[in-house]
């Protein structure tokens, strides 16, 4: 069965270095998210791809974090400099639509990027 | 904006019993679609049961059943014959229906599940 990859699964990174999470989505897949999710709570969205272009980046913290799909097919977040807390799980998701249809609306998650700044 | 609300941190269950995890929404959309996704310790979130809104029948899959009650913007899960496997965190979600906002998927606070043997 097809998956989302991501890694590296596990980074301990020092405040202020710079820490970059790379995922590979479903074969297909036009539509790629980036959550971070908290530890016990709900995954917030932080960027959403359409192919190659960002469609909603307007949680994601640009002053730090970028991210780019310049193929449209896999993805990168980076995050320059890293600060305390940015410590959190960083998650990777893609679908085969952006939700205009009524197939292909399922959202498939990676294992996601365990993130830990000291 | 949209926004989902797990009214419950924690749950628990005896092993083989039935449960039910809340889940509210809300919207100005007519067309949308509603998941719950589990998450074990090992964190991968896993779909456990999806829901359209223009389906007036309740989903179900093998134990997992969903009450959608699309006027009062509801969306509970129940879990029967509950087993030590379902122990995990359950997210409620609820995504758009394209146009301008492309799909977004939106989580709820998420609720604690656990399975007593």
Not at chain 2, 33 to 61: C, D, G, H
């Amino acid at each position: 069965e097809a998956e989302v990859a991501q890694s590296p699964r596990y980074k301990i990174t020092e405040k202020s270095q710079a820490v970059a999470f790379w995922c590979d989505p479903i074969s297909g897949h036009a539509t790629l998210y980036w959550y971070r999710q908290i530890l016990g709570q709900g995954p917030e969205l932080l960027v959403q791809f359409q192919d190659e272009s960002v469609v909603d980046d307007s949680q994601l913290p640009k002053d730090r974090f970028s991210a780019e799909r310049l193929k449209g097919v896999d993805s990168t977040l980076k995050i320059q400099p890293a600060e305390l807390g940015d410590s959190a799980m960083y998650l990777c998701a893609s679908s085969l639509g952006g939700g205009q249809s009524y197939s292909g609306n399922t959202i498939y998650f990676g294992e996601g990027s365990w993130l830990t700044v000291v | 904006a949209q926004t989902v609300t797990q009214s419950q941190p924690e749950m628990s269950v005896q092993e083989a019993e039935t449960v039910t995890l809340s889940c509210t929404y809300d919207t100005s959309e007519s067309d949308y679609y509603l998941f719950w996704y589990k998450q074990p310790p090992s964190r991968q979130m896993i779909l456990v049961i999806r829901q359209e809104a223009y389906k007036q029948q309740n989903a179900t899959e093998n134990r997992f059943s969903v009450n959608f009650q699309k006027a009062a913007k509801s969306f509970s899960l129940k879990i029967s014959d509950s087993q030590l496997g379902d122990a995990a965190m359950y997210f409620c979600a609820y995504r758009t229906f394209g146009g301008t906002s492309y799909g977004k998927l939106t989580f709820g606070q998420g609720t604690i599940l656990t399975v007593h043997p």
